[in-house]
T-cell receptor, first 113, second 115 residues
């Protein structure tokens, strides 16, 4: 069964460093999302991406964040200058349609020291 | 209540018993989805119910939706120790709230099934 994959599974970085989190969505899906979950808290929406552009972003998704679909398969989230409060689990999700279910990857645990 | 709020926060049952978790929301929805998350792991999509549906089944899962009460329930029948996880409801707003269908999650119900 097709699934969303994410790499790395765990990333440790120093405050102020740039990180790139990578995702490979399900191949025939058209809608892509990033969410994050700070330990013990709700899953929060960051950004949605469709037709090679951002469709919507939350207040969390400030100028430090960017997304890209550099080729036909990868979908990346970049944090330019990480802060301690960026430490969280980051989930990528994809969907075949707006009315369909979203399928999540296993997540990348980002630890900012 | 917030958009997507589960009840109870924690539930502990014996293997073989049924587990019922509830979700309430504030704003009209397009659909509601239930997810499972094992500790520290990813989110597994369980079931999606659309706003014009009242009940859906998938294996041992039964989901109901009452749009007049803005609530949903997830029933797991004949629970197993492997069902131990956190369960989240997530809503997609009606007309997608002008969005591309992003999900609004609740805080989840932590289910513990004892063997």
């Amino acid at each position: 069964e097709p699934e969303v994959t994410q790499t790395p599974s765990h990333q440790v970085t120093q405050m102020g460093q740039e990180v790139i989190l990578r995702c490979v969505p399900i191949s025939n899906h058209l809608y892509f999302y990033w969410y994050r979950q700070i330990l013990g808290q709700k899953v929060e929406f960051l950004v949605s991406f469709y037709n090679n552009e951002i469709s919507e972003k939350s207040e969390i998704f400030d100028d430090q964040f960017s997304v890209e679909r550099p080729d036909g398969s990868n979908f990346t989230l970049k944090i330019r200058s990480t802060k301690l409060e960026d430490s969280a689990m980051y989930f990528c999700a994809s969907s075949g349609g707006l009315a369909g279910g979203q399928f999540f990857g296993p997540g990348t645990r980002l630890t900012v020291l | 209540s917030q958009q997507g709020e589960e009840d109870p926060q924690a539930l502990s049952i014996q293997e073989g018993e049924n587990a019922t978790m509830n979700c309430s929301y504030k704003t009209s929805i397009n659909n509601l989805q239930w997810y499972r998350q094992n500790s520290g792991r990813g989110l597994v999509h369980l079931i999606l119910i659309r706003s014009n549906e009242r009940e859906k089944h998938s294996g041992r899962l039964r989901v109901t939706l009452d749009t007049s009460k803005k609530s949903s329930s997830l029933l797991i029948t004949a629970s197993r120790a492997a069902d131990t996880a956190s369960y989240f409801c997530a809503t997609v707003l009606l007309n997608y709230g002008g969005s591309q269908g992003n999900l609004i999650f609740g805080k989840g119900t932590k289910l513990s099934v004892k063997p």
